[in-house]
């Protein structure tokens, strides 16, 4: 069984930062990849950033480059996603997902709810 947790979250001004984080464990998990997406209300789900569990490679979505950064230990798994500069678009639930033996997001967490406000 492999568990997906996401902590931090909660409400953020505009213009402040949050700092959210991933852990992963289980007996048979490989975690290649884990990565961060987000939902806000009444939207799908969309990839904001990925790391390698090399820690060399981190992919980051457009919309995101230049406000998060995306860490993560090579060979650990845990990820720590350090979001800057705030504003209201990024409201919703980040989820962290990690792949599994086919490369595919198998993992979820139950997700984490940011508020901007103003």
């Known amino acids: 069984q492999v568990q997906v947790e996401e902590y931090g979250g909660g409400l953020v001004q505009a213009g402040g930062s949050m700092r959210l984080t991933c852990t992963a464990s289980?007996?048979?998990?490989?975690?290649?990849?884990m990565a961060w997406f987000r939902q806000a209300a009444g939207q799908g789900r969309e990839f904001v950033a990925a790391?390698?569990?090399?820690?060399?490679?981190?992919a980051y979505a457009d919309s995101v480059k230049g406000r998060i950064n995306n860490s993560r230990e090579k060979g650990k798994n845990t990820v720590y996603l350090e979001m800057n500069n705030l504003n209201q678009e990024y409201t919703a639930i980040y989820y962290c997902?990690?792949?599994?033996?086919?490369?595919?997001?198998?993992?979820w967490g139950q997700g984490t709810q940011v508020t901007v406000t103003k």
């Open positions: 997902g990690a792949t599994g033996p086919a490369d595919e997001y198998d993992f």
């Open positions: 289980g007996h048979t998990f490989y975690g290649v990849t």
């Open positions: 790391a390698r569990s090399s820690g060399g490679s981190t």
